[in-house]
């Protein structure tokens, strides 16, 4: 028999490639998502059972996620935005519709996460993670009382600071302090909250929305304002961590799993939607990203010591969700680079 020419090979290379993509499901899931967020072993998990790859390729603020959509990206299958972010991209036309026939395992959800108002109807979402943005307190140096914001940006602790790098997250904390409620997001707020925040941001050392553990942990600082998650993280490693929901009041935030309008590979992505739906892998996450999990089935599973985490699941108080506020994200995105030296 002729030896094969190469170029016969390599047309049953890419078949035989071709073939195991069409066995395992089509392309790779195009996942675009928050950093520190999803465990591998979730992934793992799904690939070894579907055959489909998940490319997992990550941001760290809803503004980066909405830009770089923004500018024709189509090659995501899978988005996870916040509240408002939803928000932004149904009033854009840029979600599809979930068929939810396809996902039986939304009847996991606790009631209090469906039908919420930044979907009407929940036809574009389905809540993956629930947090608050609080303040961390190294108990073993910071000795005196912090109960919001004004107790941590003092000069005593300059340099001792680290904070979420999210610039509308920190001009919200200025607004709480001012009175003002944290969406309504005017020039003349703006401008109000200006000389405050020109006063707090010489303060912080670290702005850091990936991993802000690291500088707590590490004793570079004492004080944080972060994420719950990342909070709830540093209660578990060591005991003289405590998380204090500011007097002020708080963000709640939650983070959904949505399909961009135009993707290649839906029903690969309700296959993962589902997939992170069952309670054995919705505890994994908790297990590894110990947020609020708003996967009623889930909880069951959770330990009493995961259940008494006061950053996991805090105690009542004043909480507000983001709003969409449209083009103000560009004022404060202007503010913020002015008073940080980029403008």
Request: aromatic share 10%; hydrophobic share 40%.
């Amino acid at each position: 028999m002729k030896a094969l020419s190469l170029i016969a090979v390599l047309g049953i290379i890419v078949c035989f490639a071709q073939s195991c993509g069409r066995q395992g499901g089509g392309e790779a899931l195009n996942l675009f998502a928050w950093s520190e967020y999803i465990p591998q072993e979730v992934i793992d998990g799904f690939t070894r059972e579907t055959g489909v790859r998940v490319d997992y390729e990550t941001y760290d603020s809803n503004e980066a996620m909405l830009t770089k959509l923004s500018q024709g990206s189509t090659r995501y299958d899978l988005i996870q935005p916040s509240e408002y972010a939803v928000e932004n991209l149904i009033r854009r036309g840029m979600l599809d519709p979930l068929e939810f026939s396809e996902i039986p395992n939304l009847a996991n959800l606790d009631p209090a996460y469906r039908n919420l108002p930044y979907d009407p109807g929940q036809k574009y979402s389905v809540p993956y993670m629930a947090g608050t943005v609080g303040i961390v307190v190294n108990s073993e140096v910071v000795k005196e009382p912090v109960h919001g914001y004004q107790d941590v940006f003092r000069d005593k602790y300059r340099g001792r600071i680290v904070v979420v790098n999210d610039n509308r997250e920190i001009v919200s904390w200025a607004f709480g302090v001012l009175g003002i409620p944290i969406n309504q997001v005017t020039p003349e707020n703006l401008a109000k909250a200006k000389p405050l925040l020109a006063k707090w941001l010489p303060l912080v050392k670290v702005f850091d929305s990936d991993n802000p553990r690291i500088p707590l942990l590490s004793g570079d600082c004492d004080l944080g304002i972060v994420y719950s998650g990342d909070a709830a993280r540093l209660c578990q490693e060591n005991h003289k961590f405590r998380y204090v929901l500011p007097a002020e009041g708080a963000h709640e935030f939650v983070d959904n799993l949505c399909i961009p309008k135009g993707a290649r590979n839906r029903e690969a992505a309700q296959k993962f939607i589902n997939y992170v739906l069952r309670p054995e892998v919705s505890k994994l996450i908790s297990d590894k990203f110990p947020y609020t999990n708003p996967n009623a089935a889930a909880r069951k599973l959770l330990s009493a010591e995961q259940l008494a985490n006061p950053a996991s699941y805090p105690a009542a108080a004043h909480l507000d969700v983001f709003h969409d506020i449209g083009a103000a994200t560009q004022d404060i995105g202007a503010l913020m680079s002015e008073l940080r030296g980029g403008g």
